[in-house]
């Protein structure tokens, strides 16, 4: 009976002792980035810390510096493919190159270790934001671009519908002026023969009148 305590107490460490892992993840915060990228091995592929630090390190590079790194990293194995999509996520690459670079580690997706399927998917899920993003922007453009179309053609059709206005409204005005002249100018008079001989000169004599001169002024 005095025992039962004991036993109990051993059945608990044992069932404890089951939960621990039997080995533990290296942690890589400590790891200096420049040293980052030439690690490799199946104790750092397969460490999800390992890929957590080399996205930690891409994120403080320059883009040229990224470019170089991932230059370096030229072989296929989906190990090298994924380091230099994590170095090349950040260094303002085209969507098309983004596009491709997940395309090539989508061919190679069903090599990625268990451990670190993860951690992929999640960056994974961030490329594929980051295209869709890229194709919202370039939709969005191309809209605006239509939209600034039809408002040239919409401000050229009303310049030329103004120019039609301002003509018509001239010449509405210019019609207007020329009838009220017509309006002010005087009626003239009626046609009055008698008026027109009242004033009209006395006849010259005729010939013969002219030469009849009187007896007393004929000379012997």
């Given at each position: 009976m005095g025992c039962a305590p004991h036993a109990a107490k051993h059945v608990v460490n044992d069932a404890s002792q089951e939960k621990i892992p039997p080995y533990q993840l290296a942690d890589y915060l400590s790891t200096d980035c420049s040293d980052i990228w030439l690690l490799k091995g199946p104790s750092t592929d397969n460490n999800p810390l390992y890929w957590q630090r080399a996205i930690d390190c891409a994120d403080r590079l320059l883009p040229v510096q990224s470019r170089n790194e991932a230059r370096a990293l030229e072989d296929g194995s989906w190990q090298n493919t994924f380091k230099r999509g994590i170095l090349l996520a950040d260094a303002k690459i085209t969507p098309l190159e983004r596009r491709d670079m997940v395309t090539r580690l989508d061919a190679l997706s069903a090599q990625i270790p268990a451990q670190v399927r993860p951690l992929y998917q999640l960056w994974r899920d961030g490329q594929a934001l980051q295209l869709q993003l890229a194709e919202e922007r370039q939709r969005y453009s191309k809209l605006q671009q239509a939209s600034d179309s039809e408002l040239d053609t919409l401000r050229q059709q009303h310049q030329h519908l103004?120019?039609?206005?301002?003509l018509t409204t001239r010449k509405l005005e210019n019609l207007t002026d020329i009838e009220r002249q017509l309006s002010t100018r005087k009626p003239a008079g009626n046609y009055n023969p008698d008026a027109t001989h009242g004033?009209?000169?006395?006849?010259?004599?005729?010939?013969?009148?002219?030469?009849?001169?009187?007896q007393d002024e004929v000379t012997p």
């Open positions: 103004q120019a039609q206005l301002d004033n009209d000169k006395p006849a010259a004599p005729d010939d013969g009148a002219s030469s009849t001169l009187p």
